[in-house]
Nanobody
């Protein structure tokens, strides 16, 4: 059974930091694209960042570039999303996603939630002003 388990959400003030974790079990995500998405109430799910697990290439939405960092721990089968300089508009439910089959993160494919077949349960991030 494939599981993506996220943790690390919470409430912070603007300018603060949080680190989200996503641990994968039940399948090999080696050399597969993994993404972080977020969804605020009343808004569409938005691709935030992605990493090609194993190779380590990273990709970011313009809205978070320079503030968020996606990384991996291959030994722990875990990806992280370090979020710094948080803004109230970053408030959302954050989801980890994994590509079910092969395929890179190149171009903007990683920003399409339909590109991913496995999803975590989500973790809430709330940033107050």
């Amino acid at each position: 059974q494939v599981q993506l388990v996220e943790s690390g959400g919470g409430s912070v003030q603007a300018g603060g930091s949080l680190r989200l974790s996503c641990t994968v079990s039940g399948y090999s995500n080696s050399n597969k694209c993994m993404g972080w998405f977020r969804q605020a109430p009343g808004k569409e799910r938005e691709g935030v960042a992605a990493i090609f697990f194993g190779g380590g290439n990273t990709y970011y939405a313009d809205s978070v570039k320079g503030r968020f960092t996606v990384s991996q721990d291959i030994a722990k089968n875990t990806v992280y999303l370090q979020m710094d300089s948080l803004k109230p508009e970053d408030t959302a439910m954050y989801y980890c996603a994994a590509r079910q089959y092969g395929g890179s993160c190149l171009g903007r494919v990683w920003a399409d939630f339909g590109y991913f077949g496995y999803w975590g349960q989500g973790t809430q991030v709330t940033v107050s002003s």
